[in-house]
Nanobody, 126 residues
């Protein structure tokens, strides 16, 4: 069982950067692949980025590639999402998720992840 808690969201102006954090419970954090998703108001939850358990492999949605960066610190049981040049369309609830042994081609699939955090709201004003 893994318990995930996101933090770092808030109300920001367009153009700034923001870093989200997700802290996981348990002693086997490094065995989990981690992903970030978001759900804009009235829309489906969408994949943003994923990182393998050891941190060597990362995978991004085309929509955020080059602007968002995922990283993890296994010593702190934490995964991060660095978001740069934020836009009003980035407004959403952001979720982190954990899954085991995910084939990289399936990083973007919600069903690949067994555990989810409660989400953190990011609102970007113009």
């Amino acid at each position: 069982q893994v318990h995930l808690v996101e933090s770092g969201g808030g109300l920001v102006q367009a153009g700034v950067s923001l870093r989200l954090s997700c802290v996981a419970s348990g002693r086997t954090f490094s065995s989990y692949d981690m992903g970030w998703f978001r759900q804009p108001p009235g829309k489906e939850r969408e994949f943003l980025a994923a990182v393998s358990g050891g941190g060597a492999v990362t995978y991004y949605a085309d929509s955020v590639k080059g602007r968002f960066a995922i990283s993890r610190d296994n010593a702190k049981n934490t995964v991060y999402l660095q978001m740069n040049s934020l836009k009003p369309e980035d407004t959403a609830v952001y979720y982190c998720a954990a899954g085991s042994g995910i084939y990289w081609r399936n990083y973007g699939a919600r069903h690949s992840y067994a555990y989810w955090g409660q989400g953190t709201q990011v609102t970007v004003s113009s």
